[in-house]
Structure formats: structure tokens, C-alpha cells
């Protein structure tokens, strides 16, 4: 049995070595990369569920890389948002892909100029929303920008990123904090999702969401009746559940074992729902707090090659058939 299981490991490695070597092809890599700084808020949740701008601000970085096709002049871009613990190889391996099927990526750093590395051991320590703020701001940037196609953005997030760009998607956002936004769709991966938020039912572009069955880290449930809450009143919103897959399941860094991320916090216990622009716990009935009972600690997280694969390759064809009108 031993040495079925090694066998078999020594095949995935194969594989997915095989698979990360295709896709990190010449066409891979960007003819130009620009590291742009930009100016963004700090701000508490309610500060940003109420349009209160009265914030601290501070200058955080994006870094734009365009694809070597010299063909286009201005590019369709997705802004990527990462998750608590900063970019990592998840969120990198989109680079290299979405540069090669020809489209541009911002990767937004949104904790080093906040002076943050890391915020899974005290998620307190940032918004949940602040993400939804930065991207914003990006997307005003890039509008601007003169190889950047202004009617051609998407958002990739995940984990905390997630949270981020599923939430981008509400209308009653985007217009308290950037009339002008203008993204065609939205990718979350394994984001968490609040029970009731005021007017999210509400979205201005299609959600597709992808998520592990195994995640301990953020809740699928509370994500998947938000998702068919939309559906059913006609937004194009959809969740893909990948088998045997954990939190982080793209990070092709992280262990093909789940491993705990010991003292990282996760709500996925809390029901949490919008009143009057705070957010309330609802066994409580109180602000909900990062030290709320139902606040558990260490999930896991792990690396899964076949979810890896397959929701990069339905991400990538839905952005050529939405981009350049292929199949």
C-alpha cells in the first residue's frame, strides 16, 4: 500500500510539474512591468458600509504586467486581491497565465504600505471591506492607464481577497465610493460571505465563485445561499465545489497535505448580518468581533493540483469568450 501511495505521489509531482513548466511558456512572461503606487483609506467597516470618508490615508502598490503581444494596444486587466497572509504563489500563478492568453494583471499589495505582512492570526487588524476600497482605487487607476482597455476589467480574489471582489460587486458600493466603476465580472476563491448585507442582492456584474469542500476556513455555506439568493432574482452568479480540496487549494506552495495554520482566525461559525451599517453578530446581537465565541482557530489550508487546474482553466475560457468572443 506504501508504495501505491508513492507511486502515486511521484505521479501527481510529475504531472503537475509537467503542467507548471507548459504553462510557464515565453508567451508567459510580461513584456513590461510597472510597480504603481496609489492612494487608498484606512477605514472601519462601518466607516465604509455607511460612506463615511473620513479615513486615514495611506499609499499602497500595485504591480501591472503586461503580456508580450504587441498586436493590442490597450489590454483587458484583471486586478488580483490577496488573502491574509499577503501574495503568494496562488495569487502569483496568475501572472503567468493571464498574461499568456494575452491580458494584463494588477497584483495589489494591500498590507506593506499599511505596514502589514500578515493579518490571519488578527484579522481585526484590517477591514474586511478595505480590500473593496483598494480595488476601487485600482480600477480608477488602471481606467487611466494607457495600455489598459477601461471597459475590460475583472477582479481575481481569494481567501480575504475574495471577500473583496465578490463584495465589489454591489452596486450601493460602487456607488458610495466609485460611481464610475466599471468591472465586467468577478472571480472569488474560497472568500468568506456574510449572512445579510443591505442591498446585496444588488450586483452590477456576474459572480463566479469557487470554493473546496473541505475549507474549515471560510464558509461555503453561507457563500453558496448568497450565491442562489442571486440567481434566483436573475444575476449571473454560479459556485463550483471542487472535492478533496481545503482553503488555499491554487497555492501551489502549500502542502498537498491540509496543514493547520496555527492561531489563524476563522469566522466561519458566525452568522454575521449588516444593521444600520454595522455588522452584528446574530447570536449576540451585538457588533460582531474577532473575540466573539464563535471565532475558532486553526483551519487548514493545502495545495490541490486537479481543483488547481480545473478552476484556472474555467476562469481563463470564460475571460477569452468575454474578452475576445472565442469558445
Known amino acids: 500500500m506504501q508504495h ?8 501527481l509531482l510529475f504531472t503537475f510539474s509537467k503542467a507548471w513548466a507548459d504553462a510557464i511558456a515565453e508567451d508567459s512572461y510580461a513584456s513590461r512591468v510597472e510597480i504603481i503606487p496609489f492612494q487608498t483609506l484606512n477605514l472601519t467597516d462601518e466607516q465604509i458600509l455607511k460612506g463615511d470618508k473620513n479615513g486615514t ?19 483587458p486587466v484583471a486586478i488580483i486581491v490577496h488573502g491574509s497572509g499577503g501574495i503568494n504563489a496562488g495569487n502569483e500563478s496568475w501572472d503567468y497565465q493571464l ?13 506593506s504600505g499599511r505596514g502589514l505582512t500578515i493579518v490571519s ?21 488602471l481606467a487611466k492607464h494607457a495600455r489598459i482597455d477601461p471597459n475590460k476589467i475583472v477582479l481575481i480574489g481569494a481567501s480575504r481577497g475574495g471577500t473583496a471582489v465578490i463584495y465589489a460587486a454591489l452596486k450601493r458600493l460602487q ?10 465580472a468577478t472571480y472569488p ?77 476563522s469566522a466561519r461559525n458566525c452568522h454575521v448580518f ?30 490541490n493540483l486537479e481543483a488547481t487546474l480545473e478552476s484556472h482553466k474555467a476562469v481563463i475560457e470564460d475571460l477569452r469568450r468575454l474578452f475576445f468572443k472565442t469558445n
Open 4 to 11: 501505491i501511495k508513492i507511486a502515486f505521489f511521484c505521479f
Open 175 to 184: 456607488q458610495s465610493w466609485s460611481p464610475g466603476f466599471r468591472a465586467a
Open 57 to 75: 490615508a495611506v499609499t499602497i502598490a500595485g504591480e501591472l504586467r503586461l503580456p508580450r503581444d504587441s498586436k493590442i494596444q490597450k489590454f
Open 189 to 265: 476563491f474560497y472568500p468568506s460571505c456574510f449572512d445579510k448585507v443591505d442591498g446585496d442582492e444588488d450586483v452590477t456584474m456576474p459572480i463566479h465563485e469557487f470554493h473546496g469542500d473541505m475549507d474549515d476556513y471560510a464558509s461555503i455555506e453561507q457563500c453558496k445561499a448568497w450565491i442562489q439568493r442571486l440567481s434566483s432574482k436573475g444575476s449571473v452568479a454560479t459556485s463550483v465545489e471542487y472535492k478533496n480540496a481545503a482553503h488555499s487549494f491554487d497555492n501551489v506552495l502549500a502542502s498537498s497535505t491540509p496543514t493547520v495554520g496555527k492561531g489563524s482566525q
Open 121 to 141: 492570526n488578527d484579522q481585526g487588524r484590517l477591514a474586511r471591506f478595505a480590500g473593496v476600497i483598494d480595488i476601487f482605487r485600482a480600477d480608477e487607476l
Open 99 to 111: 498574461n499568456a492568453a494575452g491580458i494584463a494583471t494588477f497584483k495589489i499589495d494591500g498590507f
Open 274 to 303: 449588516e444593521q444600520l451599517g454595522v455588522l452584528i453578530n446574530s447570536e449576540t446581537q451585538k457588533p460582531f468581533t474577532y473575540t466573539d465565541s464563535c471565532v475558532t482557530l486553526d483551519p487548514k489550508t493545502g495545495f
